[in-house]
Nanobody, 118 residues
């Protein structure tokens, strides 16, 4: 009931920047927290950053000070600004959303590839 589409991934040199975007559609009125996760082949999907409807954000320790998550409720968009990128940031990045009042709700986008060269 909530659809998410990511964009903005690509290839960048170490130290460079990218901005990921996630467009939400469907039952957007019920979306609460949104976030970005990343996953490498054979590894678990880990939280990168999340943000609630009030704009409160939290980050994985590995990206603090480098990444910024933001949200535009009017455009139904969430963004991840990634600066000072490192080769270890290379992963598929996924947008995530949860719904108010729906226990264990969890919606995912298709993912966008981020590759950081050394």
């Amino acid at each position: 009931q909530v659809q998410l589409v990511e964009s903005g991934g690509g290839l960048v040199q170490a130290g460079g920047s990218l901005r990921l975007s996630c467009a939400a559609s469907g039952k957007i009125f019920s979306v609460s927290a949104m976030g970005w996760y990343r996953q490498a082949p054979g590894k678990q999907r880990d939280l990168v950053a999340s943000i609630n409807t009030g704009g409160t954000a939290n980050y994985a320790d590995s990206v603090k000070g480098r990444f910024t998550i933001s949200r535009d409720n009017g455009k139904n968009m969430v963004y991840l600004q990634m600066n000072s990128l490192r080769p270890e940031d290379t992963d598929v990045y996924y947008c995530n959303a949860k719904r108010v009042g729906v226990p264990f709700s969890n919606y995912w986008g298709q993912g966008t590839q981020v590759t950081v060269s050394s």
